[in-house]
T-cell receptor
Framework: GIQVEQSPPDLILQEGANSTLRCNFSDSVNNLQWFHQNPWGQLINLFYIPSGTKQNGRLSATTVATERYSLLYISSSQTTDSGVYFCAVERLGNQFYFGTGTSLTVIP | DTEVTQTPKHLVMGMTNKKSLKCEQHMGHRAMYWYKQKAKKPPELMFVYSYEKLSINESVPSRFSPECPNSSLLNLHLHALQPEDSALYLC????????????FGPGTRLTVT
């Protein structure tokens, strides 16, 4: 299967700081999503971004499909941004693979 | 509306019990998924239903039995589980077509004693 690696695995930020999370994948993909998993386990959709760049408030994402990576930018971080961030890729026909995750802690 | 609901929220069962997890969506999505997530690990795909037919089974043990009775409902029947099956079970759904995102339910936290 496809390998999906995220970095860094853990990140601690002061409130107000900016950060970049990375998702590398080992093969070409059809689709890519970024999720935030809150402490209760709910996966919240952040971006659907198989290619290109998107922005939503303090968050933005870029996927360079030809180079097999995606980046998630968080600006002016808040304590509510804490949690685990996952990317998930789809190769063929509904088969999704999640990345290894980045655990983010934002301290006041 | 992008809501996927799952019941129950929590479930504790013994190794000889039979129980079922339920997932429901009313968004007209025709692909539905079960994932299993162990603590501090990413979700792992278990099953995919497409247009109410099982299209992917990721070599899941037969003690997990999925069912899709209609386009809105997805069940996961559990029987003779092991303590290592304790995990968060997540359901997701997706519109037909290649270019669409998954939406996840809140999950069922299962403990097998």
């Amino acid at each position: 299967g496809i390998q999906v690696e995220q970095s860094p695995p853990d990140l601690i930020l002061q409130e107000g700081a900016n950060s970049t999370l990375r998702c590398n994948f080992s093969d070409s993909v059809n689709n890519l999503q970024w999720f935030h998993q809150n402490p209760w386990g709910q996966l919240i959709n952040l971006f659907y971004i198989p290619s290109g760049t998107k922005q939503n408030g303090r968050l933005s994402a870029t996927t360079v499909a030809t180079e097999r990576y995606s980046l998630l930018y968080i600006s002016s971080s808040q304590t509510t941004d804490s949690g685990v961030y996952f990317c998930a890729v789809e190769r063929l026909g509904n088969q999704f693979y999640f990345g290894t995750g980045t655990s983010l802690t934002v301290i006041p | 509306d992008t809501e996927v609901t799952q019941t129950p929220k929590h479930l504790v069962m013994g190794m000889t019990n039979k129980k079922s997890l339920k997932c429901e969506q009313h968004m007209g999505h025709r692909a539905m998924y079960w994932y299993k997530q162990k603590a501090k690990k990413p979700p792992e795909l278990m099953f995919v239903y497409s247009y109410e037919k099982l299209s992917i089974n990721e070599s899941v043990p037969s003690r997990f039995s999925p069912e899709c009775p209609n386009s809105s409902l997805l069940n996961l029947h559990l029987h003779a589980l092991q303590p290592e099956d304790s995990a968060l079970y997540l359901c997701a759904s997706r519109r037909p077509g290649r270019v669409n995102e998954q939406y996840f339910g809140p999950g069922t936290r299962l403990t097998v004693t």
